[in-house]
């Protein structure tokens, strides 16, 4: 099993700033790729973005260029630097695991709201 701290939620205005941070523990040997997915009120969750061990990222198109992940390989931790954010950011946004054997990890969740 994979545990997670999730932190960094919260409240901000629309073009403000925040950073996500997601530290794993347990069988994290096995995990190739972290990522954060959200999920808004009647809508599916979808992947935001990912970051494989050896740094190869994949964002969804409405945050490229606004969002950045990293990771700190030696801390087990992933960040997400959200900036310039909009209204439609707003979404619980959880961490995400995925291992070698293709089983998925999940974290519980942190809020982020963007509102005036």
């Known amino acids: 099993q994979v545990q997670f701290v999730e932190s960094g939620g919260g409240l901000v205005q629309p073009g403000g700033s925040l950073r996500l941070s997601c530290t794993a523990s347990g069988r994290i040997f096995n995990i190739y790729r972290m990522g954060w997915y959200r999920q808004s009120p009647g809508k599916q969750r979808e992947l935001v973005a990912s970051?494989?061990?050896?740094?190869?990222?994949t964002y969804v198109d409405s945050v490229k260029d606004r969002f950045t992940i990293s990771r700190d390989n030696a801390k087990n931790t992933v960040y997400l630097q959200m900036n310039s954010l909009k209204f439609e950011d707003t979404a619980v946004y959880y961490c995400h695991a995925r291992s070698w054997s293709s089983e998925d990890y999940w974290g519980k969740g942190t809020l982020v709201t963007v509102s005036s």
């Open positions: 970051i494989t061990n050896t740094g190869g990222t």
